[in-house]
């Protein structure tokens, strides 16, 4: 164990015991975000009930906008790039999402802001709202009820939908992500109906059902997931565009649950450079001096190495207007699995399931989020408290 001044403690080594070990729980993530993981379906049901009450008409009033930008940061901010996806390359407008106080330059009276904060005062946020309503932009602003944002968006005669604070943002994805979709519907951006929310939710619920803490290891594919990354560099690569946002959503809360370094991105970007990895001194060069048959718990000074985790969407994409077909992100993906087994590197393979993209993707998030809270708690660490994000805080507000 190591306890230092700042708050810091947990296991170097992770303890493969405490996951099958249910009644530690409690102790070990006092916060509940394993609960508040296993709320993703809820969270679906709750937003998009949320979403039909508040008036979301008043954004046809000017028909079709020229461009939407999804404004917030981390979690708030990845509702952009699950937007983007989902409404693909067929969608009439851009879709731009912008993790930066205010807006660009360029936004205007044509243009449609939605505004993204689960506290309903990340400065992001607020100073997007805030621009968006003095250039005549319609807005659309997405958040916790009676907080500063909604303030905002009265203030601009602008759509509101309240998103209840019932979990931290890192946990919230589909309630913030619902009432984007359901807005960017309105304005005839996405195909998103009842029946995709339904089948998303049950999805969701499905996979916290796998994934429950009383499930054993050899079981649970979250934990399988988490032991195999333990002690690892993870690479997260998503064979599609929709794939790569799951990704990038796996390497956030690997970082902020488990924190792990990771490395995330697309597999068609991978292959211009980064596949490289897998010769490099964490991948190859150190599988090649690694005896086979050795017990790994007698092994003195054990490197630290690559775990390479491969999500595939498999696509619905045979009728879409995309950059790259099917056929050739599956080629591809066999082609770094190949690769990767050749050199001695693990990886792990995820596999979209589902009839919609939405639902697609939310089978490539719900496991390897559960992951990241199983590897926190292997660690000995807390899910929820992150002592460098408070210190952060406190140090950037002096």
């Not at 729980?25 to 049901?45: H, I, K, N, Y």
């Not at 984007?180 to 996979?207: C, H, I, Q, S």
């Not at 719900?366 to 210190?391: C, K, N, Q, R, W």
């Amino acid at each position: 164990m190591m306890d230092g001044s700042a708050g810091v403690s947990g296991r170097r080594v992770a303890d493969e015991s405490v996951l099958d070990d249910p009644d530690t729980f409690a102790e070990q993530d006092p916060g509940g975000m394993l609960r508040f993981t296993a709320s993703a379906g809820a969270q679906v049901r709750e937003s998009a009930s949320l979403a039909a009450e508040a008036n979301l008409s008043l954004l046809e009033d000017d028909g079709r906008p020229r461009a939407v930008v999804i404004a917030g940061i981390g979690t708030a901010g990845r509702t952009g790039d699950v937007l983007a996806t989902v409404a693909g390359p067929r969608c009439p407008v851009p879709v731009i999402p912008h993790r930066s106080a205010g807006v660009p330059g360029w936004v205007g009276a044509a243009d449609v802001v939605i505004a993204v904060s689960a506290s309903g005062r990340s400065p992001e946020a607020l100073g997007a709202a805030e621009a968006a309503h003095r250039r005549g932009a319609r807005l659309v602003a997405v958040g916790a009820p009676d907080s500063q944002l909604q303030s905002v968006a009265e203030r601009a005669r602008a759509p509101f939908i309240p998103v209840p604070r019932r979990a931290p943002a890192r946990a919230s994805l589909w309630a913030l992500t619902v009432p984007v979709l359901l807005a960017a519907r309105t304005l005839g951006l996405v195909k998103v109906n009842e029946a995709d929310l339904a089948e998303t939710a049950a999805r969701l619920d499905a996979d916290a059902d796998r994934c429950r803490p009383t499930a054993e290891s050899f079981v649970n594919p979250a934990k399988s997931l988490a032991l195999g990354l333990a002690g690892s560099i993870p690479i997260v690569w998503g064979s599609s565009p929709l794939a790569t946002v799951a990704a990038r959503r796996f390497g956030d809360t690997l970082s902020a649950n488990a924190r792990y370094p990771v490395v995330t991105g697309a597999l068609g970007e991978a292959g211009r450079g980064r596949v490289g990895l897998l010769d490099g001194v964490f991948g190859g060069l150190v599988e090649s001096a690694r005896d086979i048959f050795a017990d790994p718990a007698e092994v003195e000074g054990d490197p630290t190495r690559l775990r390479l985790v491969l999500l595939r969407d498999g696509g619905l994409n045979a009728e879409d207007d995309t950059d790259e077909p099917l056929a050739v992100e599956e080629r591809r993906a066999d082609a770094v699995q190949t690769l990767a087994e050749r050199r001695g590197v693990r990886c792990d393979v995820v596999t979209a399931e589902g009839g919609s993209a939405l639902e697609r993707l939310a089978s490539l998030v719900a496991v390897p989020d559960f992951a990241s809270v199983y590897l926190a708690l292997a660690h000995g660490l807390d899910p929820m408290a992150v002592p460098a994000i408070t210190e952060m805080k406190e140090l950037s507000n002096q």
